[in-house]
Each structure stands twice: as C-alpha cells, then as structure tokens.
C-alpha cells in the first residue's frame, strides 16, 4: 500500500484516517460526536438526530475508506478527486449547517479546512500534477 508514498500523500492520508474513523465515532458516542461536529448541545442531546448522525456519518467513513483503497491501488487521480469534491461540496454544506445552527467559529474552521482539502486535490497534490 505505501511502496508509492511520497511526502505529498501525508495530506490525503490524513483526511482519509479522519473521514474513515472519525466516522466511527458517532456509532459509539453520537452525542459527543455531533458537539464536537460543532452541533449546538439541543441539536446534539435530541434523540431523534441520533440516528440520523450516525446514518450519515456512515458515508463519511465509506468515502475515507475509498481514498485509502484508491491510494492503495495507485489512483492518486482518483483520491484527488474524492478530496476535491468531497471538499467543496460537503465543507460548504457542513459549514452551512453548523452556521446556521449559532456555531459561527466552527462553521468557519469547516469551511476554511474543508476547502484547503478541496484546493489540495483540484490542483492535483496527491497525484504531483
């Protein structure tokens, strides 16, 4: 899986470990999971938005799981990819929501460190385009 690696893979390596376990987390703890996301406590203490969390949060850790599987078979243009879009559009969704939700300082970090995501695999880091 590493035979390839260069110092430009550390970014994507690390959003995928994070994508694919952080995840995880909302199986075994939602609530905390959903305050750290930058949910306000009322949102993270309904038990209704429990399942919800974890069921979305399921495809965060699908997605994570392919960035390592297209490392893993040498398709840095499609781990690109994934970071790219996965960057742009959930970032922008997530920061969104969180704003919307009275979590100004979160919503920014989202939006600021989703992008820098997205920018690494539009310009193609991983792949050393």
């Known amino acids: 899986m590493f035979s390839h690696f260069t110092p430009r893979h550390i970014p994507a390596l690390f959003v995928a470990t994070a994508m694919t376990f952080g995840g995880m987390w909302p199986l075994l703890d939602a609530r905390a999971a959903m305050l750290e996301f930058g949910m306000p406590p009322r949102v993270a203490e309904a038990p209704a938005a429990r399942p919800v969390f974890v069921v979305g949060n399921a495809r965060t850790t699908v997605l994570g799981a392919l960035v390592f599987i297209f490392y893993a078979r040498g398709r840095l243009d499609a781990v690109d990819t994934i970071l790219a879009v996965t960057g742009a559009y ?14 100004s300082k979160n919503a920014l970090f989202r939006l600021v460190s989703s ?7 539009l310009v193609g880091f991983t792949a050393g385009r």
């Open 90 to 103: 959930a970032g922008l969704v997530d920061s969104w929501v969180v704003w919307r939700e009275g979590k």
């Open 115 to 121: 992008w820098a995501v997205s920018a690494i695999g």
